[in-house]
C-alpha cells in the first residue's frame, strides 16, 4: 500500500467516505490487501488525503459491509473468514447467481458478449503470464458481470460485497494457482449455455461450479473446518 499522499477523487456523487470505502473494496476485489491485514488510520488518512473522521466513517461502512472488523482501542483489520463464513458466501452466490440465469433474457446476453469475452481474455492472459492473482480477478469479474446483467445497482453492489469477501477466502490458499487454475473453462461454459438460452442448465453449471469451488477451498485450507 503505498504511503504517498493522493487526493480523493471521487464522483459527485459520492461522499468522502464512501470513495475511500470504495478504494479500500476495490483492493480487497484485486487481492492487495489480505485477510487479517491491518488498516492503519494515519496512513489512510496520508494515501487518500481525508481526515481522521473520514477513515473512521469508511471503515464502519466496510465493517457493515463484512470486509473489515473494528476493534475497540485496536483498530480496524481486513476481516479474517472463518469455515461458517465461507458456506455462507457460497449460499448467497447460489441463490444471487442462479437467480440472475433466470431473470437476464437471453438476448441481453448477447449484447453483453464483448464484455465477458474481454474478461476471458484477461484470465487467459494472466495464466499464461502465471499472474494468478489477476486470473483470480479475471475470474471474479466473470461473476460479477453475470449478476450485473440483471441491471440492479444494488444488487450488484451488495454482489461486490460478496465477491470481495470471496477473494479473502482465495487469498488463504498458497500459492494461488492451485485455486485459480480450474475457473475459466467452466465460466466459458456458464457463458454459452446462457447466450444459448439454456438457463436451466446454466442454473446446474453453476451449482455444480460452486459446490466443486467450495469443496475444494475447504481442501486446500488448512484447519479451516475445525
Known sequence: MGTGRKMMVRSSQQSLPASVAQRLREDILDGDLISGQPL??????????????????????????????????????????????????????????????????????????????????????????GEWRLAGTASLLFHRLLVGACGSDQLTAFFDNICAQMRLAFQMVQPQDAIQRPWLEKDVAIFETLREGKAGQAITLIEDYLKY???????LIPGIDE
Open 40 to 129: 492503519v488510520e494515519a496512513q489512510m488518512v496520508e494515501r487518500f488525503g481525508v481526515s481522521r473522521n473520514t477513515v473512521r466513517e469508511a471503515m464502519h461502512s466496510l465493517a457493515q459491509s463484512g470486509l473489515v472488523t473494528v476493534i475497540s482501542h485496536k483498530g480496524s483489520f481486513v476481516r479474517q473468514l472463518t469455515a461458517s463464513d465461507i458456506r455462507e458466501i457460497y449460499e448467497i452466490r447460489r441463490i444471487v447467481e442462479t437467480g440472475c440465469c433466470i431473470r437476464v433474457e437471453t438476448g441481453r446476453w448477447t449484447q453483453l458478449a464483448p464484455v465477458f469475452t474481454a474478461a476471458f481474455t484477461q484470465a487467459r492472459s494472466a495464466m499464461r503470464d
Open 213 to 219: 469451488s467450495e469443496n475444494l477451498l475447504f481442501t
